[in-house]
């Protein structure tokens, strides 16, 4: 997608206003929906790169170590559903024995070490993160399908930056709270998913880290390879044993390692449904949480919104990640004297996309990360069309293997439908229509989630009152799915709470007691 | 210090014969939508004194109780989030006012309801009504300490603001009847949310007489909601209403504490939890330990939003 090209870290225009959008074939007579006719050359990114080893163990104590359970599985890479590699199957005798080393580590290093040594440890870190980059690109999009310049040009770029930020924060938590001092709660353990791998590795360990916290990380069991590579550049970094233990394994394994009674603070970004559970499993126990959970955002469409801006918006908030991220702007909004042209504009937009090889540098969409995900997104797209939604999906070629999904537009959605109200967590847009701001602050709040909202339009003061009155912990005015270390993140209602980036995504991190 | 004529007691006088003068005993009811029902379950119970003098019946509310509560604090939140951050902090601080003027009767109250000595009694409510002036004017600052302005690296304008995270549930703390109650639903409203409160269980009377001086006071009806009765059925329903945004459970007894988040994480709420060993072991009477702008925070969700700069 063309705004994926210039994501926050990179340097990038003054506005959103991508130049692109004024080539667009619509323009140029093609508005119907039809394939570009033309093609691209395969502009294939080299993935010699990366050196994959044919089996990864855990990594705890700072070592790679086999796993105590015997068991291995296998990840694979959903372009191709051809094997990438052998994971350990963590079992809960492995956990214990991360847990317990993220606490010795916690006592006898980490925990005493000076905040101005951290730091030196978080930059460089963010340092080998920088130098490395092409690799862990190249390695990301193996893992999880996501095209390149995606992993290329936001995601390693936020990783680094991430640590980078934190780092500077490891000595100076003096400063963070006044009147108080930030103590480190003790070891954390990170559940993270599969959409961002080591985006959300970042996120997690970070903080943590920063504020002298050891932890053991769980990654998704379809994306494993990214944090496994990260075990490297913390030996690189002379990082001290045991202060990143890294676990791999199905979801149970990961309720084992937030059920823990060793662990003080557990940090978990996925399903909604899987943060209640963990909520659950974890009730009564004293141990600080928090949750990032799913979302179903409303980007709003106001009849004066700059129209080409917001199509390419609306392109990046639901097609970024093949649309596999919490704050995915999957309910477009638009308000109903505008709806037909904007219609048509997103369906010419639509057909522009490039869907296929994820290695392609010219790939817009690239593949759906695991076959369970799939066949969830193929269910909903039938739900819509079985409940009456008209479907747009634009006449493109997908490979014969791998798992993929055709960016897909829904229009006559009502509120009720299923596509209205399910976190998809795929390529898949439904479009609703507004009269007045009224109306469209209730349909978009009409949710449980509250996770991220966008809005379009040229009015000022018409955005600070949207701002105002949608319950989103986030919310891109003219812009979407923006990220920055600095920028917390998080949700209202179902989903989560607290927040990850800034001076706020580090207060999870920490116990504050009096000066 | 002059108790007030049996205002608050209902224990029947020693003498054989009647009293010159009969006192009008109060009925203590409780406080929902910005009115006195009683109980829809038409239930009362016994409360006694530190000394185990019987004196009131209090209601004992129930799980409907709890649900009417709960739909009269989200129809008032609405207004009361809107309420510009100096109206709410001038609103709360004529509660402060209104206290001042009752000081004597919540000073009975009080040392009844905790068997304290009228100096110690006294002290409980002057800290109470000093923590609210501290917390009311907080309402206009709170956006400044908490609020960041965010550095990204990239062309936009970010900020980050806190707003109010709804309706919040309070489970006041069991042994500070007057005093522990402030200063958990204080930072509650100064953030702009509405409250459903369970005043202690063994000394409701002096909460019920402050759900009245906020009932003639400016804080709108709805805006606090206060339900006595008995914690195990009343922390339940409220700990697992859907529309309840946030739980204070300073005041959930240990033995429920684990049911209460269980049931809190179906909608995912906010959970502000006591401190480990209990939230009955804090001095309420120490500012340094009993006030501080983290339990404002603790009801505020944070907001980011980013704007391009550009021409």
């Known amino acids: ?515 | 210090m002059a108790r007030p004529t049996r205002a608050v007691a209902k224990s029947a006088p020693q003498a054989a014969e009647a009293p010159e003068r009969v006192a009008v005993r109060k009925t203590y009811k409780i406080y929902i939508g910005g009115g006195f029902p009683r109980s829809e379950s038409g239930r009362s119970y016994v409360v006694r004194a530190a000394d185990g003098t019987p004196l009131a019946n209090a209601v004992r509310g129930s799980r409907k109780d709890v649900r009417d509560a709960v739909r009269a604090a989200r129809a008032a939140f609405p207004s009361w989030d809107a309420r510009t951050a100096m109206n709410r902090g001038q609103v709360l601080y004529r509660v402060a006012e209104l206290l001042e003027g009752r000081r004597d009767q919540f000073e009975a109250e009080v040392g009844q309801a905790e068997g304290l000595s009228a100096g110690e009694a006294r002290a409980q409510v002057d800290r109470a009504i000093d923590r609210w002036v501290w917390y009311a004017g907080w309402a206009d600052k709170i956006s400044q300490v908490l609020g960041t302005v965010n550095p990204v690296a990239a062309s936009y304008f970010d900020f980050t603001i806190p707003e109010a995270t709804g309706v919040v549930g309070v489970v006041a703390p069991e042994g500070s009847s007057l005093l522990g109650l402030v200063s958990r639903l204080a930072p509650v409203l100064v953030g702009g949310n509405t409250a459903v409160v369970v005043a202690s269980e063994s000394r409701p009377l002096p909460a019920v007489t402050l759900s009245e001086v906020l009932a003639t006071s400016d804080v709108p009806g709805g805006v606090v909601n206060l339900i006595t009765g008995l914690r195990k059925e009343l922390v339940p329903p409220l700990a697992a209403h859907m529309d309840v945004n946030a739980i204070d459970a300073w005041g959930v007894p240990a033995e429920m504490v684990a049911a209460v988040e269980e049931a809190a994480i179906e909608n995912v709420k906010r959970v502000a939890r006591a401190p480990r060993g209990g939230g009955e072991r804090i001095d309420w009477l120490d500012d340094r330990a009993a006030q501080r702008p983290e339990w404002i925070a603790a009801f505020l969700e944070m907001k980011t939003v980013w704007h391009p700069i550009g021409v």
Not at chain 1, 177 to 183: E, V
């Open chain 1, 1 to 515: 997608m063309t705004t994926s090209r210039d994501h926050t870290v990179t340097k990038r225009p003054a506005s959103d206003a991508v130049g692109r959008g004024t080539a667009s074939p619509s323009s140029w007579g093609f508005g119907d929906g039809q394939a570009i006719p033309w093609e691209y050359a395969p502009a294939p990114e080299s993935r010699e790169i990366v050196k994959l080893q044919s089996r990864y163990g855990l990594f705890v104590g700072g070592k790679e170590i086999a796993p105590r359970s015997g068991q291995w599985f296998t990840t694979l890479d959903p372009a191709t559903e051809e094997p990438l590699a052998e994971v350990a199957r963590a079992g809960v005798e492995d956990v214990e024995n991360a847990v317990a080393v993220a606490r010795r580590a916690f006592r006898r290093s980490w925990g005493e070490l000076p905040g101005r040594e951290r730091a030196k440890y978080l930059f460089r870190i963010a340092r080998i993160l920088q130098e490395r980059s092409r690799e862990f690109a190249v390695l990301e999009t193996l893992d999880t399908g996501k095209p390149i310049k995606e992993s290329r040009d936001v995601d390693i770029p936020l990783v680094a930056a991430h640590f980078w930020y934190y780092a500077g924060w490891a000595d100076k938590l003096d400063y963070a709270f006044p009147g108080r001092t930030a103590q480190p709660l003790g070891v954390a353990a990170q559940v993270i998913p599969w959409n961002f791998p080591l985006l959300m590795l970042a996120w997690k360990i970070a903080p943590a880290l920063a504020a002298g916290n050891t932890v053991v990380l769980k990654p998704a069991s379809s994306t494993p390879l990214s944090a496994l590579l990260f075990a490297d550049v913390c030996r690189q970094a002379d990082l001290p044993p045991g202060v990143v233990n890294i676990v791999t394994g199905p979801g149970e394994i990961g309720l084992a390692l937030v059920k823990h009674p060793d662990v003080d603070k557990v940090a978990f970004t996925g399903s909604t449904a899987v943060g209640k559970q963990i909520g659950r499993a974890i009730a009564g126990s004293g141990k600080a949480l928090t949750l990032e959970l799913g979302g179903k955002a409303a980007n709003i469409v106001f009849d004066d919104a700059p129209l080409d801006q917001a199509i390419e918006g609306i392109v990046n908030g639901i097609f970024f990640n093949q649309g596999e991220v919490c704050c995915a702007g999957s309910r477009l909004l638009v308000q109903e004297s505008i709806a037909e042209p904007l219609v048509e504009k997103l369906k010419d937009r639509l057909a522009t996309l490039r869907v296929g090889d994820p290695l392609d540098k010219n790939t817009d969409v690239g593949a759906i990360n695991n076959a369970a995900q799939l066949a969830k997104i193929e269910e909903l797209i039938e739900a819509g069309v079985a409940e009456g939604a008209e479907l747009y999906q634009p006449a493109c070629d997908l490979p014969e293997r791998g798992y993929w999904v055709r960016p897909t537009l829904f229009t006559n959605v009502a509120q009720s439908h299923r596509i209205a109200q399910e976190e998809i967590f795929g390529p898949v847009l439904s479009v609703l229509t507004f009269r007045t701001p009224d109306e469209a602050v209730e349909k978009a709040n009409n949710t449980p989630y509250g996770l991220s909202a966008g809005v379009w339009t040229e009015k000022g003061s018409r955005i600070l009152k949207m701002v105002k009155e949608l319950r989103a912990g986030v919310v891109w005015a003219n812009t979407f799915n923006r990220f920055d270390p600095t920028s917390p993140f998080g949700g209202y209602k179902e989903s989560g709470f607290g927040r990850e980036g800034g001076l706020h995504g580090l207060l999870a991190y920490v116990r504050l007691e009096d000066r």
